[in-house]
């Protein structure tokens, strides 16, 4: 799987740009400001039809201008594919796929996938538990595209029923739309669940693996799976609760918590409250582990999940290297080099390449241009 060529108009800071990028390393140079992680984002855009960043579609149209055009030729298996984009700052987009019109993005998941590293993904390890979330469900949608429609459905139910519960539940009406709202949320948010414990239970290896691999020592690394609708920790494995049983158990805490969600007007019971905890030598990363550890952790993460990724499809998703050696002491940047896997990799940086990545093409950004570097 691999990106052969790739067109932009108005996108970021470009009015216009076009690279090709080599079936191994590109490597793509130039000064802070000058838009090296937007062909980065451009790229992973064309994988998930949203920004790595998490900003909204408008942000991505150069200033001024209505919308901006991507295109991007993909590589898969030996077939060629063409998406065309219309990314707009006011409205929907529009999408085409090999010439024809695609109603709706989730259509496009799988046709490009895509291993994001990049500088904020500390906060994988340090931060709050929505970033671990994140990780996970971006991933369980990269491997097995079908639940990006359960995260949508769930998102989608979350806020309305929020939405009811700020206004208060009163009257017949609003209680029946209520029990509808359970439903909704039990379904799609059980979906969601039984496949981020399933990714869980293949992630747990290959961290512990690639983390002793960079750090170059023995520390164990575990993760436990927390909810409040399972009281704690979730069995991993085959001591996992059941499909029945997690929605189950969804349903009989919502029923427990229904008086204090009308209360405070909020959702108190689902998966967008859980939490994936990781543990470096059986304590929390998150506040006991050094900033080198979580960081060691967190390209850990990455890692794996590639790995993951890779085994399950078949196929190695796009590298995307954010400036990540940057950040690095020689160490972990050493280590990480060593343990980077085979395929397609986009990589840049302000300054020098790494020692061991060999690139096969060099390109250098700046003024809103893209060119050879010599």
Sequence with gaps: ???TELALTDFRCYRSAHLV???????IVGANGQGKTSLLEAVGWAATARSFRR???AVLVRAGCDQAILRAEVEDDGRAQLLEAEVRAQGRNRVRLNRHPVARTRDLLGLLRVTVFGPDDLELVKGGPAARRGYLDDLLVAITPRYEAARSDFERVLRQRNALLRQGVTGDD???TLAVFDDQLVGAGGELVRGRLGLVDRLTGPIGAAYQ?????????????EAEWAEGPVPPGADAPA????????????????RQERDRGVTLVGPHRDEWRLHVDGLDARAHASQGEQRTLALALRLAGHRVCTDLVGRAPVLLLDDVF?????????????????????????????????????????????????
Excluded: F, K, W
Excluded at 243 to 258: C, F, I, K, T
Excluded at 355 to 360: K, L, T
């Design 213 to 225: 691999s960079l750090a170059g020592g023995a520390a164990e690394v575990g993760a436990a799976y």
């Design 55 to 57: 900003v909204p579609d």
């Design 243 to 258: 499909p029945d049983e997690v929605e189950e158990l969804l349903r009989a805490a919502l029923v427990a918590r229904h």
């Design 326 to 374: 940057s950040e690095l002491d020689p160490q972990r940047a050493e280590a990480l080099v060593a343990h980077l896997p085979d395929g397609q990799s986009l990589l840049t940086t302000a300054s020098s390449v790494p020692n061991g990545i060999r690139p096969e093409r060099r390109l250098r950004v700046g003024d809103g241009r893209v060119e050879e570097d010599e």
């Design 174 to 176: 609003a209680e029946r």
């Design 21 to 27: 990028p080599a079936p191994g390393v590109t490597v």
């Design 1 to 3: 799987m691999r990106v």
